[in-house]
């Protein structure tokens, strides 16, 4: 019997991987071929899907992109038996783009059926959960503490950190809210590892509520994702039905249990204490701190709120231990970070690396430069709140540190590329009227700052007292940047400023200006 | 025609009394009226308020802050197009107005004969294959003129 690999994850499914798998489905039939097709996650090289995956003994040979039109010839050519042809892209383990990276927290991403808790198990799963039972939670917390795993959300909070304080809080009935509202554009990270392994997610949701005495949780889901609201409810039932979540996990005696609760359409619910009062039924407003969330969080108890490629990363610190993670990365950024590849760019896509490579490198080199075959003239890191960088910075490095020197964020590692027929003052009162739109209204400087920065925007544009609307400008985005409360209205001028410093002719301004008001 | 039911307070009390003992039960209450009857009526409101024991206003504060909850049911499918930056990068604009003049409607809008609803969304998660676009639950990447007019086709029918 061969066995054939399709993924079901939404971003081979948005160019036709279902059709894909049913003609190989009904093809295998017609000509009596002993084949059983497997639907995996992605494998995040999304410019290659469909991509079809048949084992052979060199391992695992793919053919991508692939037609549901051509899936006959490809049989034809000798697919089943891993043959050479034009969309062969040879084993997929050695494949460059794939071989090159350090997969870590995606290593079964791709590889394994994301609804088999059996598959899960063959390829390591609950290996770390059964290490973090025998430790116990202090362990749990120093080994996670000795990785130096930082939020990646985007603030790049410590998360042993935010683990211990919860700890060390009196007992009580805790929470473990699982951040998997990813909103920021560019980025597909979380939606990847939700559909593509989502019990590892849920393992170290499971391991830090055995870390932290918390013994409910809820991954808080954007309503736009729906194929992994279908994959994670059945990943949850079937770690129930196999002991894994429960009043007895794994028989250790501790209890812990979790389900799935959907956001409905706000951008400003992926901020933690906006996210705390969606999930309480209120409107997402943001909340003043302190109090943190650890002390006062969902439903006023003690609680864990992490993005999910931060509990993603737990179930094998544990399994490896925390030297193990530790020992990838540079400076203060520890671990591997998925980088997404996005925009106008030739090979959009997922790569996971070690913190330090250059945005030079992962725009020109991983991801080919643009779709459209022009120059790249920004790149926008970090999502809608993120910086815009003009080429002369592609030297920077992918650490938390550099970026934040250089004026701009990492935030969730996700990297937008334009080419050169962006106009960078669109893109600037773009990110004004997002911020008015998704702003919870809580405080002035967000709810009242952005609306008017969308004005002041469009009287730069339509050139009427330039000058003086450029100051207004950047003395409101001061404004926004210290007194917002959080970091919708807080960063929104990065994006913006960004724009205007680097790309000051897109805005009738020159160079010079800018230098003199410095 | 419509794929929802008619609004009927019975019908929404016994929906609302199925999530209602839940913690935090708003948005699953708010979310399974949505799916019956294509929108979350001003009428639901008080019924969730009494249901919940907290304010109307609370009630008609949460409804009101979601882009998700609407109060008229829009058309028999919703085709949601993506703008944020990844897909204006790629040529979303584009699609944006191409889609408007196709269907006859702005944003938002829906259809004179109520098939489709078009409505723009800020990030599918799709962004390594910009532009995309969701028709009710199912997803379109690496759109062009081309497949946009496939897709619109597929809407209308």
Known sequence: MTRIYVSRDSGALCVGAEAVAKTLREEAKARGLDVEIIRTGARGMYWLEPLIEVETDQGRVGYGPVKASKVGDLINSGMLEGKPHETCIGVVDEFPWFKNQTRLTFANCGIIDPRSIEDYRAHGGYEGLKKAIEAGPKDIVEEVLTSGLRGRGGAGFPTGIKWRTVAETPPQQKYIVCNADEGDSGTFADRMVMEGDPFELIEGMTIAGIAVGATYGYIYLRSEYPHAFETLKIAIEEARKAGFLGDNIMGSGYAYDMEVRLGAGAYVCGEETSLLDSLEGKRGEVRAKPPLPAHVGLFGQPTIINNVLSLAAVPLIMAKGGEFYRDFGMGKSRGTMPIQLAGNIKHGGLYETAFGITLGELVDEIGGGTYSGRPVRAVQVGGPLGAYFPREKFDTPFDYEAFTAADGLIGHGGIVVFDDTVDMAQQARFAMEFCAVESCGKCTPCRIGSARGVELMDKIMADEDRASNLTILEDLCDTMKWGSLCALGGFTPYPVLSALTHFPEDFGATKKRLEAAE | ?157
Not at chain 2, 107 to 130: F, I, K, W
Request: hydrophobic fraction near 35%; charge should be negative.
């Open chain 2, 1 to 157: 025609m419509s794929r929802h039911e008619p609004w009927t307070p019975e019908r929404a009390s016994k929906i609302i009394a199925q999530h209602q003992d839940k913690k935090g039960a708003t948005l699953p209450i708010l979310h399974a009226l949505q799916e019956v009857f294509g929108c979350v009526p001003l009428d639901a409101e008080p019924l969730i308020a009494s249901a919940l024991n907290i304010s109307r206003a609370e009630v008609h504060g949460c409804v009101t802050f979601y882009h998700d909850f609407k109060r008229e049911p829009g058309g028999r499918r919703t085709l949601k197009l993506c703008l944020a930056e990844s897909c204006q990068a790629s040529g979303g604009r584009a699609l944006e107005k191409h889609a408007c003049e196709k269907l006859g409607v702005e944003m938002g809008g829906t259809t004179a004969d109520r098939r489709v609803t078009l409505e723009p969304v800020y990030c599918l998660g799709l962004c390594h294959s910009s532009p995309a676009a969701m028709l009710d639950t199912d997803v379109y990447g690496a759109l062009d003129t081309e497949r946009l007019d496939e897709l619109l086709k597929e809407a209308q029918s």
